[in-house]
Protein backbone atom coordinates (compact mmCIF):
# COMPACT_ATOMS: atom_id res chain seq x y z
CA UNK A 1 0.00 0.00 0.00
CA UNK A 2 2.78 2.00 0.87
CA UNK A 3 4.30 1.81 -2.56
CA UNK A 4 1.79 2.62 -4.48
CA UNK A 5 0.72 5.73 -2.32
CA UNK A 6 -2.57 3.94 -0.86
CA UNK A 7 -3.20 4.63 2.85
CA UNK A 8 -4.71 3.05 5.38
CA UNK A 9 -7.65 5.40 5.29
CA UNK A 10 -8.26 5.07 2.04
CA UNK A 11 -8.39 1.25 1.93
CA UNK A 12 -11.20 1.70 4.96
CA UNK A 13 -13.49 3.99 2.47
CA UNK A 14 -13.10 1.90 -0.16
CA UNK A 15 -13.80 -0.98 1.49
CA UNK A 16 -16.74 0.73 2.69
CA UNK A 17 -18.06 1.50 -0.68
CA UNK A 18 -18.72 -2.66 -0.88
CA UNK A 19 -20.94 -2.06 1.96
CA UNK A 20 -22.84 0.73 1.34
CA UNK A 21 -22.51 0.76 -2.98
CA UNK A 22 -22.87 3.83 -4.19
CA UNK A 23 -26.62 5.93 -4.77
CA UNK A 24 -28.11 6.41 -8.05
CA UNK A 25 -28.58 9.63 -9.47
CA UNK A 26 -31.60 11.77 -9.03
CA UNK A 27 -32.88 12.84 -12.65
CA UNK A 28 -34.65 16.04 -13.14
CA UNK A 29 -34.82 15.68 -17.15
CA UNK A 30 -32.98 14.13 -20.30
CA UNK A 31 -31.18 17.05 -21.70
CA UNK A 32 -32.57 17.43 -25.03
CA UNK A 33 -32.09 20.99 -27.78
CA UNK A 34 -33.91 24.07 -26.86
CA UNK A 35 -33.49 22.32 -22.79
CA UNK A 36 -29.61 21.13 -21.94
CA UNK A 37 -28.30 21.29 -25.54
CA UNK A 38 -27.46 23.93 -27.39
CA UNK A 39 -28.29 23.77 -31.09
CA UNK A 40 -26.14 26.73 -32.63
CA UNK A 41 -27.38 28.15 -36.33
CA UNK A 42 -24.52 28.83 -38.97
CA UNK A 43 -24.39 32.54 -37.52
CA UNK A 44 -23.22 30.98 -33.94
CA UNK A 45 -20.88 28.16 -34.94
CA UNK A 46 -19.19 31.10 -37.18
CA UNK A 47 -18.85 33.60 -34.16
CA UNK A 48 -17.44 30.57 -31.81
CA UNK A 49 -14.89 29.51 -34.78
CA UNK A 50 -13.82 33.04 -35.22
CA UNK A 51 -13.41 33.55 -31.27
CA UNK A 52 -11.14 30.41 -31.15
CA UNK A 53 -9.10 31.39 -33.95
CA UNK A 54 -8.73 34.55 -32.14
CA UNK A 55 -7.73 32.61 -29.34
CA UNK A 56 -4.91 30.76 -30.99
CA UNK A 57 -4.14 33.92 -32.92
CA UNK A 58 -3.46 35.19 -29.28
CA UNK A 59 -0.79 32.75 -28.51
CA UNK A 60 -3.86 30.73 -26.36
CA UNK A 61 -2.75 27.86 -24.72
CA UNK A 62 -3.93 24.62 -25.57
CA UNK A 63 -3.37 20.87 -25.31
CA UNK A 64 -4.58 17.64 -26.94
CA UNK A 65 -5.60 14.97 -23.86
CA UNK A 66 -6.07 11.62 -25.38
CA UNK A 67 -6.40 8.71 -23.18
CA UNK A 68 -5.05 5.42 -25.33
CA UNK A 69 -3.85 2.62 -21.96
CA UNK A 70 -6.21 0.46 -23.55
CA UNK A 71 -5.35 -2.94 -25.48
CA UNK A 72 -7.29 -3.33 -28.68
CA UNK A 73 -8.49 -6.70 -28.10
CA UNK A 74 -12.01 -6.11 -27.61
CA UNK A 75 -12.05 -5.15 -31.37
CA UNK A 76 -10.83 -8.85 -32.68
CA UNK A 77 -13.20 -10.23 -30.53
CA UNK A 78 -14.76 -11.94 -33.09
CA UNK A 79 -11.57 -13.12 -34.60
CA UNK A 80 -10.32 -14.47 -31.82
CA UNK A 81 -13.43 -16.76 -31.21
CA UNK A 82 -12.91 -17.73 -35.00
CA UNK A 83 -8.87 -18.85 -34.16
CA UNK A 84 -10.18 -20.78 -31.30
CA UNK A 85 -13.07 -22.32 -32.92
CA UNK A 86 -13.47 -25.67 -34.46
CA UNK A 87 -14.60 -24.06 -37.88
CA UNK A 88 -12.37 -23.90 -40.65
CA UNK A 89 -14.32 -21.19 -42.58
CA UNK A 90 -16.60 -18.10 -41.24
CA UNK A 91 -19.67 -18.56 -40.80
CA UNK A 92 -22.00 -17.02 -44.11
CA UNK A 93 -23.02 -12.90 -43.02
CA UNK A 94 -20.35 -13.40 -40.15
CA UNK A 95 -18.37 -10.42 -39.32
CA UNK A 96 -15.19 -12.66 -40.53
CA UNK A 97 -16.78 -13.16 -43.56
CA UNK A 98 -17.16 -9.82 -44.58
CA UNK A 99 -13.15 -8.92 -42.97
CA UNK A 100 -12.06 -12.21 -45.59
CA UNK A 101 -13.99 -10.82 -48.12
CA UNK A 102 -12.80 -7.03 -48.12
CA UNK A 103 -9.15 -8.06 -46.70
CA UNK A 104 -7.56 -6.23 -49.54
CA UNK A 105 -9.90 -2.98 -47.85
CA UNK A 106 -8.18 -3.36 -44.97
CA UNK A 107 -4.98 -0.60 -43.99
CA UNK A 108 -3.05 -3.85 -42.60
CA UNK A 109 -3.07 -5.40 -45.75
CA UNK A 110 0.38 -5.09 -47.17
CA UNK A 111 1.88 -5.95 -43.71
CA UNK A 112 -0.61 -8.63 -43.58
CA UNK A 113 1.17 -10.12 -46.67
CA UNK A 114 4.53 -9.82 -45.54
CA UNK A 115 4.15 -11.51 -42.11
CA UNK A 116 2.13 -14.35 -44.44
CA UNK A 117 4.78 -14.39 -46.72
CA UNK A 118 7.46 -14.92 -44.28
CA UNK A 119 5.60 -17.64 -42.99
CA UNK A 120 4.18 -19.35 -45.47
CA UNK A 121 5.38 -17.78 -48.42
CA UNK A 122 2.09 -17.29 -49.70
CA UNK A 123 -0.25 -13.74 -49.59
CA UNK A 124 -3.57 -13.45 -47.92
CA UNK A 125 -5.68 -14.05 -50.84
CA UNK A 126 -3.79 -16.99 -52.03
CA UNK A 127 -4.53 -18.45 -48.83
CA UNK A 128 -8.24 -17.44 -48.54
CA UNK A 129 -8.43 -19.19 -52.17
CA UNK A 130 -6.86 -22.12 -50.49
CA UNK A 131 -9.54 -22.33 -47.88
CA UNK A 132 -7.29 -21.22 -45.49
CA UNK A 133 -8.55 -18.21 -43.38
CA UNK A 134 -8.21 -19.43 -40.41
CA UNK A 135 -4.05 -18.82 -41.24
CA UNK A 136 -4.83 -15.54 -42.46
CA UNK A 137 -7.10 -14.28 -39.53
CA UNK A 138 -4.48 -15.46 -36.91
CA UNK A 139 -1.86 -13.92 -38.97
CA UNK A 140 -3.95 -10.60 -37.63
CA UNK A 141 -4.17 -11.13 -34.04
CA UNK A 142 -1.24 -13.63 -33.25
CA UNK A 143 1.82 -12.87 -31.35
CA UNK A 144 3.43 -14.55 -34.61
CA UNK A 145 2.13 -12.38 -37.08
CA UNK A 146 0.85 -8.69 -36.54
CA UNK A 147 -0.13 -9.04 -33.02
CA UNK A 148 -2.82 -6.79 -33.34
CA UNK A 149 -4.91 -8.49 -30.56
CA UNK A 150 -2.35 -7.34 -27.81
CA UNK A 151 -1.27 -4.19 -28.90
CA UNK A 152 -2.45 -0.76 -28.15
CA UNK A 153 -5.26 0.89 -30.56
CA UNK A 154 -3.00 3.69 -31.21
CA UNK A 155 -0.16 2.14 -32.80
CA UNK A 156 -2.22 -0.28 -35.39
CA UNK A 157 -2.70 0.73 -38.54
CA UNK A 158 -5.70 2.30 -39.44
CA UNK A 159 -5.73 4.66 -42.92
CA UNK A 160 -4.12 3.44 -45.90
CA UNK A 161 -3.55 6.23 -48.41
CA UNK A 162 -3.64 6.73 -51.85
CA UNK A 163 0.23 7.12 -52.33
CA UNK A 164 0.98 3.84 -49.83
CA UNK A 165 1.55 5.78 -46.35
CA UNK A 166 -0.67 4.09 -43.63
CA UNK A 167 -1.52 6.06 -40.72
CA UNK A 168 -2.36 4.67 -37.17
CA UNK A 169 -4.93 6.57 -34.64
CA UNK A 170 -1.91 8.10 -33.12
CA UNK A 171 -0.64 9.59 -36.34
CA UNK A 172 -4.18 10.92 -36.88
CA UNK A 173 -4.63 12.81 -33.54
CA UNK A 174 -1.16 14.10 -34.27
CA UNK A 175 -2.60 15.74 -37.76
CA UNK A 176 -6.07 16.77 -36.21
CA UNK A 177 -4.00 18.48 -33.41
CA UNK A 178 -1.99 20.40 -36.34
CA UNK A 179 -5.80 21.55 -37.98
CA UNK A 180 -7.44 22.00 -34.74
CA UNK A 181 -5.35 23.49 -32.03
CA UNK A 182 -2.10 25.08 -33.25
CA UNK A 183 -1.28 28.20 -31.18
CA UNK A 184 2.31 30.04 -32.16
CA UNK A 185 3.33 27.39 -34.68
CA UNK A 186 3.48 25.19 -31.89
CA UNK A 187 1.01 21.27 -31.10
CA UNK A 188 0.78 19.75 -27.78
CA UNK A 189 -0.52 16.51 -27.01
CA UNK A 190 -0.59 14.25 -24.35
CA UNK A 191 -1.50 10.80 -24.30
CA UNK A 192 -2.10 7.94 -21.39
CA UNK A 193 -0.84 4.70 -22.02
CA UNK A 194 -0.14 1.43 -19.60
CA UNK A 195 3.20 0.39 -18.51
CA UNK A 196 3.77 -2.41 -20.29
CA UNK A 197 2.71 -0.54 -23.74
CA UNK A 198 5.19 2.60 -22.59
CA UNK A 199 8.12 1.74 -25.26
CA UNK A 200 5.75 0.87 -28.20
CA UNK A 201 4.61 4.72 -27.71
CA UNK A 202 8.16 5.85 -27.00
CA UNK A 203 9.29 4.38 -30.17
CA UNK A 204 6.20 5.61 -32.42
CA UNK A 205 6.10 8.84 -30.78
CA UNK A 206 10.12 9.04 -31.74
CA UNK A 207 9.31 7.89 -35.26
CA UNK A 208 5.71 10.09 -36.24
CA UNK A 209 6.77 13.26 -35.10
CA UNK A 210 9.41 14.23 -37.10
CA UNK A 211 7.57 13.03 -39.87
CA UNK A 212 4.22 15.18 -38.91
CA UNK A 213 6.08 18.05 -38.42
CA UNK A 214 7.80 17.69 -41.60
CA UNK A 215 4.32 17.41 -43.50
CA UNK A 216 2.45 20.43 -41.35
CA UNK A 217 5.53 22.62 -40.40
CA UNK A 218 4.64 23.10 -36.95
CA UNK A 219 6.31 21.75 -34.38
CA UNK A 220 4.72 19.08 -31.66
CA UNK A 221 5.10 18.53 -28.00
CA UNK A 222 4.41 14.76 -27.49
CA UNK A 223 4.21 13.83 -23.73
CA UNK A 224 2.92 10.60 -21.76
CA UNK A 225 1.58 9.57 -18.59
CA UNK A 226 0.35 6.43 -16.90
CA UNK A 227 -2.43 6.01 -14.30
CA UNK A 228 -0.87 6.73 -11.21
CA UNK A 229 -0.67 3.88 -8.68
CA UNK A 230 -2.44 5.41 -6.21
CA UNK A 231 -5.49 5.89 -8.00
CA UNK A 232 -5.58 1.49 -7.94
CA UNK A 233 -8.77 0.48 -5.87
CA UNK A 234 -9.04 -2.45 -3.70
CA UNK A 235 -10.76 -5.94 -4.99
CA UNK A 236 -13.20 -7.46 -2.38
CA UNK A 237 -14.45 -10.90 -1.86
CA UNK A 238 -18.24 -11.47 -1.98
CA UNK A 239 -18.56 -10.91 1.87
CA UNK A 240 -16.52 -7.18 0.89
CA UNK A 241 -13.49 -8.00 2.73
CA UNK A 242 -9.91 -7.56 1.13
CA UNK A 243 -10.02 -10.36 -1.92
CA UNK A 244 -6.43 -12.07 -1.71
CA UNK A 245 -3.97 -13.48 -4.39
CA UNK A 246 -2.79 -17.17 -4.36
CA UNK A 247 0.30 -15.32 -2.11
CA UNK A 248 -1.93 -13.66 0.45
CA UNK A 249 -1.35 -10.10 -0.62
CA UNK A 250 -4.53 -7.68 -1.14
CA UNK A 251 -5.03 -7.72 -4.83
CA UNK A 252 -5.27 -3.80 -6.06
CA UNK A 253 -6.79 -3.00 -9.62
CA UNK A 254 -7.00 -0.21 -11.91
CA UNK A 255 -9.80 2.54 -11.20
CA UNK A 256 -10.99 2.74 -14.53
CA UNK A 257 -10.77 5.69 -17.03
CA UNK A 258 -12.01 7.93 -13.85
CA UNK A 259 -8.54 7.60 -12.27
CA UNK A 260 -7.22 9.85 -15.23
CA UNK A 261 -8.62 12.90 -13.50
CA UNK A 262 -5.50 12.55 -11.44
CA UNK A 263 -3.39 12.77 -15.13
CA UNK A 264 -5.54 15.45 -16.33
CA UNK A 265 -4.98 17.37 -13.28
CA UNK A 266 -1.11 17.55 -14.20
CA UNK A 267 -1.41 18.67 -17.56
CA UNK A 268 0.07 22.51 -17.46
CA UNK A 269 -2.35 23.93 -20.23
CA UNK A 270 -5.24 26.47 -19.87
CA UNK A 271 -7.46 24.43 -22.63
CA UNK A 272 -7.53 20.94 -23.00
CA UNK A 273 -9.08 19.04 -25.62
CA UNK A 274 -10.04 15.15 -24.53
CA UNK A 275 -11.39 12.69 -27.10
CA UNK A 276 -10.60 9.13 -27.59
CA UNK A 277 -7.80 7.61 -29.29
CA UNK A 278 -10.26 5.87 -32.05
CA UNK A 279 -12.32 8.25 -32.99
CA UNK A 280 -10.35 9.32 -36.14
CA UNK A 281 -10.55 9.51 -39.90
CA UNK A 282 -8.03 10.27 -42.45
CA UNK A 283 -7.20 13.70 -44.14
CA UNK A 284 -9.97 13.67 -46.50
CA UNK A 285 -13.10 12.67 -44.20
CA UNK A 286 -11.87 15.60 -41.47
CA UNK A 287 -13.89 18.80 -42.14
CA UNK A 288 -17.26 17.84 -40.26
CA UNK A 289 -14.54 17.47 -37.39
CA UNK A 290 -12.53 20.30 -37.66
CA UNK A 291 -15.79 22.77 -38.03
CA UNK A 292 -17.17 20.87 -34.96
CA UNK A 293 -14.13 21.11 -33.24
CA UNK A 294 -13.40 24.71 -33.65
CA UNK A 295 -17.21 25.61 -32.44
CA UNK A 296 -16.63 23.77 -29.69
CA UNK A 297 -13.78 25.29 -28.46
CA UNK A 298 -14.73 28.80 -29.48
CA UNK A 299 -18.47 28.48 -27.22
CA UNK A 300 -15.94 27.86 -24.61
CA UNK A 301 -13.93 30.90 -24.75
CA UNK A 302 -16.89 33.20 -24.93
CA UNK A 303 -18.52 31.69 -21.85
CA UNK A 304 -15.49 31.62 -20.52
CA UNK A 305 -14.98 34.93 -21.14
CA UNK A 306 -18.75 36.39 -19.97
CA UNK A 307 -17.47 34.07 -17.00
CA UNK A 308 -14.75 36.11 -15.76
CA UNK A 309 -16.57 39.61 -16.42
CA UNK A 310 -18.87 38.41 -13.77
CA UNK A 311 -16.49 36.73 -11.65
CA UNK A 312 -14.72 40.44 -11.40
CA UNK A 313 -17.97 42.04 -10.65
CA UNK A 314 -18.65 39.99 -8.01
CA UNK A 315 -15.23 39.60 -6.52
CA UNK A 316 -14.87 43.53 -6.57
CA UNK A 317 -18.03 43.57 -3.71
CA UNK A 318 -20.38 46.01 -5.02
CA UNK A 319 -22.77 44.30 -7.12
CA UNK A 320 -26.62 45.16 -6.50
CA UNK A 321 -29.39 42.35 -6.84
CA UNK A 322 -30.67 44.20 -10.05
CA UNK A 323 -27.02 43.69 -11.45
CA UNK A 324 -27.13 39.84 -10.51
CA UNK A 325 -29.88 39.25 -12.14
CA UNK A 326 -28.38 38.66 -14.95
CA UNK A 327 -25.79 36.31 -14.33
CA UNK A 328 -28.30 34.32 -12.14
CA UNK A 329 -29.79 34.45 -15.84
CA UNK A 330 -26.44 33.42 -17.64
CA UNK A 331 -26.24 30.41 -15.52
CA UNK A 332 -29.90 29.32 -16.20
CA UNK A 333 -29.24 29.67 -19.76
CA UNK A 334 -25.76 28.66 -20.66
CA UNK A 335 -25.19 26.16 -18.29
CA UNK A 336 -28.70 24.86 -17.74
CA UNK A 337 -28.69 24.98 -13.59
CA UNK A 338 -31.93 25.01 -12.06
CA UNK A 339 -32.08 25.77 -8.68
CA UNK A 340 -34.73 27.89 -6.20
CA UNK A 341 -31.52 30.36 -5.01
CA UNK A 342 -31.44 32.36 -7.78
CA UNK A 343 -35.09 33.44 -7.00
CA UNK A 344 -34.84 33.06 -3.00
CA UNK A 345 -31.23 34.74 -2.17
CA UNK A 346 -30.56 38.09 -2.04
CA UNK A 347 -27.42 40.74 -1.18
CA UNK A 348 -24.14 38.87 0.33
CA UNK A 349 -26.10 35.38 0.07
CA UNK A 350 -26.71 35.70 -3.66
CA UNK A 351 -23.04 37.01 -4.41
CA UNK A 352 -21.83 33.79 -2.43
CA UNK A 353 -23.69 31.64 -4.13
CA UNK A 354 -23.13 33.26 -7.40
CA UNK A 355 -19.28 32.78 -6.95
CA UNK A 356 -19.84 29.49 -6.20
CA UNK A 357 -21.26 28.17 -9.09
CA UNK A 358 -18.95 30.21 -11.79
CA UNK A 359 -15.89 29.86 -10.31
CA UNK A 360 -15.66 26.28 -11.26
CA UNK A 361 -13.80 24.48 -14.37
CA UNK A 362 -15.62 24.74 -17.16
CA UNK A 363 -16.30 22.17 -19.99
CA UNK A 364 -18.48 22.16 -23.46
CA UNK A 365 -19.21 18.37 -24.37
CA UNK A 366 -20.40 17.44 -28.13
CA UNK A 367 -23.08 15.48 -28.31
CA UNK A 368 -24.53 13.55 -30.86
CA UNK A 369 -27.96 12.48 -31.90
CA UNK A 370 -29.28 8.90 -30.64
CA UNK A 371 -28.74 6.34 -33.71
CA UNK A 372 -28.18 3.10 -32.01
CA UNK A 373 -24.68 3.59 -30.99
CA UNK A 374 -23.58 2.47 -27.51
CA UNK A 375 -22.41 5.57 -25.10
CA UNK A 376 -23.49 7.35 -21.96
CA UNK A 377 -26.10 10.23 -22.59
CA UNK A 378 -26.66 14.11 -21.33
CA UNK A 379 -29.18 14.46 -18.22
CA UNK A 380 -29.78 16.80 -16.13
CA UNK A 381 -29.19 15.88 -12.53
CA UNK A 382 -29.52 16.93 -8.94
CA UNK A 383 -26.30 17.86 -7.21
CA UNK A 384 -25.22 17.66 -3.63
CA UNK A 385 -26.04 20.83 -2.98
CA UNK A 386 -29.51 21.05 -4.24
CA UNK A 387 -28.95 22.59 -7.68
CA UNK A 388 -29.38 20.36 -10.95
CA UNK A 389 -27.17 20.68 -13.86
CA UNK A 390 -26.04 19.29 -17.05
CA UNK A 391 -24.25 15.75 -16.25
CA UNK A 392 -22.92 12.66 -18.61
CA UNK A 393 -24.38 9.48 -17.21
CA UNK A 394 -24.62 5.87 -18.23
CA UNK A 395 -27.58 3.42 -17.77
CA UNK A 396 -25.85 1.82 -14.50
CA UNK A 397 -26.27 5.47 -12.51
CA UNK A 398 -30.05 5.10 -13.20
CA UNK A 399 -32.64 3.70 -11.49
CA UNK A 400 -35.16 2.17 -13.79
CA UNK A 401 -37.07 0.84 -11.63
CA UNK A 402 -38.90 3.76 -10.86
CA UNK A 403 -40.95 4.75 -13.42
CA UNK A 404 -40.50 8.20 -13.93
CA UNK A 405 -36.73 7.85 -14.39
CA UNK A 406 -37.48 4.84 -17.05
CA UNK A 407 -39.69 7.56 -18.89
CA UNK A 408 -36.55 10.31 -18.83
CA UNK A 409 -34.09 7.87 -20.17
CA UNK A 410 -36.85 6.41 -22.72
CA UNK A 411 -36.89 10.05 -24.10
CA UNK A 412 -33.10 10.57 -24.36
CA UNK A 413 -32.06 11.79 -27.61
CA UNK A 414 -28.74 12.20 -28.10
CA UNK A 415 -25.80 10.12 -26.52
CA UNK A 416 -22.20 11.23 -25.54
CA UNK A 417 -19.38 10.57 -27.97
CA UNK A 418 -16.14 11.35 -25.60
CA UNK A 419 -15.24 14.87 -27.60
CA UNK A 420 -14.79 17.75 -24.64
CA UNK A 421 -13.32 20.82 -24.62
CA UNK A 422 -12.05 21.75 -20.97
CA UNK A 423 -10.79 25.25 -19.22
CA UNK A 424 -8.91 23.86 -16.31
CA UNK A 425 -7.57 27.60 -15.18
CA UNK A 426 -9.06 29.89 -13.34
CA UNK A 427 -10.29 33.49 -14.41
CA UNK A 428 -6.71 34.32 -13.08
CA UNK A 429 -4.80 31.72 -14.61
CA UNK A 430 -4.47 29.79 -11.51
CA UNK A 431 -4.67 25.94 -12.39
CA UNK A 432 -8.18 24.38 -10.57
CA UNK A 433 -6.92 21.25 -8.38
CA UNK A 434 -9.65 19.44 -10.31
CA UNK A 435 -9.93 16.18 -7.55
CA UNK A 436 -11.35 19.18 -5.41
CA UNK A 437 -14.50 18.55 -8.22
CA UNK A 438 -14.91 14.58 -8.47
CA UNK A 439 -18.27 13.64 -7.05
CA UNK A 440 -16.94 10.30 -5.09
CA UNK A 441 -21.01 9.14 -4.60
CA UNK A 442 -20.81 8.23 -9.02
CA UNK A 443 -18.44 5.40 -8.98
CA UNK A 444 -19.76 1.95 -9.41
CA UNK A 445 -18.99 -1.52 -8.52
CA UNK A 446 -18.22 -4.56 -10.71
CA UNK A 447 -18.15 -8.20 -10.86
CA UNK A 448 -14.67 -9.70 -12.07
CA UNK A 449 -12.73 -12.88 -11.15
CA UNK A 450 -9.08 -14.15 -10.33
CA UNK A 451 -7.20 -17.48 -10.37
CA UNK A 452 -11.17 -18.91 -10.75
CA UNK A 453 -12.45 -16.59 -7.67
CA UNK A 454 -14.95 -14.20 -7.77
CA UNK A 455 -14.42 -10.86 -7.22
CA UNK A 456 -16.15 -7.37 -6.60
CA UNK A 457 -14.48 -4.42 -8.23
CA UNK A 458 -14.71 -0.65 -7.26
CA UNK A 459 -14.73 1.69 -10.09
CA UNK A 460 -14.01 5.51 -9.83
CA UNK A 461 -15.53 8.13 -11.37
CA UNK A 462 -15.90 7.90 -14.71
CA UNK A 463 -13.36 10.68 -16.27
CA UNK A 464 -16.55 12.41 -18.32
CA UNK A 465 -18.68 11.24 -16.03
CA UNK A 466 -18.66 11.62 -11.67
CA UNK A 467 -15.11 12.96 -12.23
CA UNK A 468 -16.31 16.20 -14.04
CA UNK A 469 -19.74 16.44 -11.86
CA UNK A 470 -19.08 19.50 -10.43
CA UNK A 471 -17.44 21.10 -13.56
CA UNK A 472 -19.59 24.30 -15.14
CA UNK A 473 -20.86 22.24 -18.01
CA UNK A 474 -22.61 23.03 -21.88
CA UNK A 475 -23.80 20.43 -24.11
CA UNK A 476 -23.67 21.69 -27.57
CA UNK A 477 -24.92 19.12 -30.81
CA UNK A 478 -22.18 18.14 -32.99
CA UNK A 479 -22.91 16.07 -36.41
CA UNK A 480 -22.64 12.18 -36.20
CA UNK A 481 -20.47 12.72 -38.90
CA UNK A 482 -17.88 13.68 -36.66
CA UNK A 483 -17.94 10.94 -34.54
CA UNK A 484 -16.42 7.95 -35.93
CA UNK A 485 -15.35 5.39 -33.34
CA UNK A 486 -13.41 2.26 -34.49
CA UNK A 487 -14.93 -0.53 -31.87
CA UNK A 488 -14.70 -3.84 -34.03
CA UNK A 489 -11.55 -4.46 -36.83
CA UNK A 490 -14.76 -3.95 -39.66
CA UNK A 491 -15.38 -1.13 -38.40
CA UNK A 492 -12.22 -0.05 -40.68
CA UNK A 493 -14.36 -0.78 -43.89
CA UNK A 494 -17.02 1.64 -43.21
CA UNK A 495 -16.23 4.81 -46.14
CA UNK A 496 -15.64 7.13 -43.15
CA UNK A 497 -12.11 4.97 -42.51
CA UNK A 498 -11.18 4.75 -46.34
CA UNK A 499 -8.65 7.44 -47.24
Same mark, same amino acid.
Given at each position: ????????????????????????????????????????????????????????????????????? =??????????????????????????????????????????????????????????????????????????????????????????????????????????????????? =????????????????????????????????????????????????????????????????????????? =??????????????????????????????????????????????????????????????????????????????????????????????????????????????????????????????????????????????????????????????????????????????????????????????????????????????????????????????????????????????????
Amino acid at each position: MAKKGITPEKLNEQLARFKSGFPYLKLYASAKVGAGILKLNSGQEDEAVARWKKYLADGGDVCKFVPAS =GAASRMFKALFSFVNGDENAPKPGSDVEKLIANIDKTPFYAELNDVLAKKYGKTAKELIAEGRCKDVIAGIIMPDGLNYGQLPKAVLSFHRYADGNVRTPLDEQLMEGAQTAAAH =GKVKLHFTVSANHQHLFDEKIAKAVPQMEKETGLKFDVTTSQQKPSTDTVAATMDGEPFRNKEGNIVFRPGGH =GALIENLNDIDSTVVFIKNIDNVVPDSQRDATIRSKQVLAGTLILAHDKVAEYLHQLWAGDCTDEQMRPMCDFLRSEFSIISDSFATLKGAELQAFLISQLNRPLRVCGMVRNEGEPGGGPFIAYNPDGTASPQILESTQIDTTVPAYANIMAQATHFNPVDLVCYIKDVDGHKFNLPDYVDPDTGFISSKSLDGRDLRALELPGLWNGAMSRWLTIFVEVPGTSFNPVKTVNDLLRPAHQA
